[in-house]
């Protein structure tokens, strides 16, 4: 079973809402990805978590907060987006961050912000 | 640079006839690389990859050959459905950690 599963599948958020994206794999993974895909173009990548430790942060914005409760869930908490937050976002998870491992993605979140 | 680039699109082709979207990188070493596929209003899934020279990645009746002389990744298959309409994403690894380097993705459209 090769499924990573995000939830919820659409989400729509003011500016001032708090609101959360989960993610959970259970294929015994210990690396876990965000990225954010904008339309037409590839996914970029937000977040590495390794044995549930942050590992990689490409420089984003503190308004998105990753967490890693355990092996198999990863979290993104959203905190006063803005519009151009609007995007796909795409959870991934690996066997490790060994580069010789595959990355495999869940369906993604469709995120508006109003 | 570390960079992968990809025919533009769209390509659009008939059923039954045969694909090839071309990719190309750069990089430093042999990293291992993917084509990912994007069905509409779904993510990625990873389609085939190829993990050293000359390795030769297959799956549903796509191929990819790892080709370090001329480092390219070309996806083929030999007769394509309406059902492959997707866009297809081919990436490398880059270097240093397990980062996936995309290319800018090639939308395929396939009529009956």
């Known amino acids: 079973d090769t499924e990573v599963t995000q939830t919820p599948k659409h989400l729509v958020m003011g500016m001032t809402n708090k609101k959360s994206l989960k993610c959970e794999q259970h294929?015994?993974?210990?690396?876990m990805y965000w990225y954010k895909q904008k339309a037409k173009k590839p996914p970029e990548l937000m977040f590495v978590?390794?044995?549930?430790?942050?590992?990689i942060n490409e420089s984003v914005p503190s308004r998105f907060s990753p967490e890693c409760p355990n092996s198999s869930l990863l979290n993104l908490h959203l905190h006063a987006l803005q519009p151009e937050d609007s995007a796909l976002y795409l959870c991934?998870?690996?066997?490790?961050?060994?580069?010789?491992?595959?990355?495999?993605f869940g369906p993604g979140t469709r995120l508006t912000v109003t | 640079g570390n960079s992968v680039t990809q025919m533009e699109g769209p390509v659009t082709l008939s059923e039954e006839a045969f694909l090839t979207i071309n990719c190309t990188y750069t990089?430093?070493?042999?990293?291992?690389l993917f084509w990912y596929v994007q069905y509409p209003g779904e993510g990625l899934q990873l389609l085939l990859k190829?993990?050293?020279?000359?390795d030769k990645g297959s799956n549903k009746g796509f191929e990819a050959t790892y080709r370090k002389e001329t480092t390219s990744f070309h996806l083929e298959k030999g007769s394509v459905q309406v059902s492959d309409s997707a866009v297809y994403f081919c990436?490398?690894?880059?270097?240093?950690?397990?980062?996936?380097?995309f290319g800018a993705g090639t939308r395929l459209a396939v009529h009956p």
């Open positions: 990436a490398r690894m880059g270097s240093g950690y397990n980062k996936l380097i």
């Open positions: 990089a430093t070493g042999y990293p291992s």
């Open positions: 991934a998870s690996s066997q490790s961050t060994d580069r010789a491992y595959e990355q495999y």
């Open positions: 294929m015994g993974h210990r690396a």
């Open positions: 190829a993990t050293k020279a000359d």
């Open positions: 978590y390794s044995y549930e430790k942050l590992s």
